[in-house]
């Protein structure tokens, strides 16, 4: 039995524009085309379309994709294969979603999650450059700048999410608490988080920090992530962020 392209696409829910692009690919080829130029499929091809789907579901690209498929051509193995991966993904997802879940209730209760809790879930390199990608597409459009694409050492970034989970948690404690942005507490906040991330390779100074709040409240992205935390948050980290840097030139 073969199917028409618009059967195959109203079976398998994929566009018939990406099954056209499969096969000019020739990632998934018909098993024929008329003299109309009609594309048919058989059941080998849809079997091999199920293939890509799933590979898909583990964001392989389609140049991946098309190599381990000519790999691997033991269906059986290659099912075998694609079902280990996604039950990774599956635990791995599961991990993610109770520690976004532990920290709703966090939130709905006032208990902030352990900050040792704050990142379960996030484990691998694949993980955090998943996690970033939203603010490395949105820089690279806006801006032009692409976030460096150089191998991310998981323990070094989680202990670096973790103390920048504690200060933005403490600054925003501080603004709540009605504590003026100049305040010798809140210099001393910003003092050690520059600290940590200096002793982390950064270098960056007073006036530099000074500089990337004042960057966060003209960026839409940047300020709607602060605001989203706590409202006012970027625009008191920018005011204690210049605070503290006339502080420092001053001493």
Partial sequence: MLFTVKEVS???KVTIKTLHHYHKIALLEPAEITEAGYRLYGMKELERLQAILFYRELDFSLEQIGKLLDREPDR????????????????????????????????????????EELFTGFESEEEWRQALQEQSDYLKEQYGV??????????????????????MKNMSASLRGGIKHNDPRVHQLIRDHLEF??????????????????????DDFHLGMLEGQQTGLAYYLNAAAASYAEAETEA
């Fill in 146 to 167: 692409e976030l460096e694409a150089e191998p991310i050492d998981v323990q070094e970034m989680n202990e670096q999410a973790v103390e920048a989970a504690a200060f």
């Fill in 10 to 12: 109203d079976l398998s």
């Fill in 76 to 115: 059986m193995a290659m099912l075998a294969d694609q079902e280990k991966l996604l039950e990774q993904r599956r635990l791995r997802l599961d991990r993610v979603m109770d520690t976004l879940r532990k920290t709703k209730a966090g939130l709905e209760s006032g208990k902030t999650l352990p900050q």
């Fill in 197 to 218: 991330m200096n002793a982390h390779g950064h270098q960056i100074s007073a006036k530099d920090f000074t500089s990337q709040t004042s960057f966060f409240l003209q």
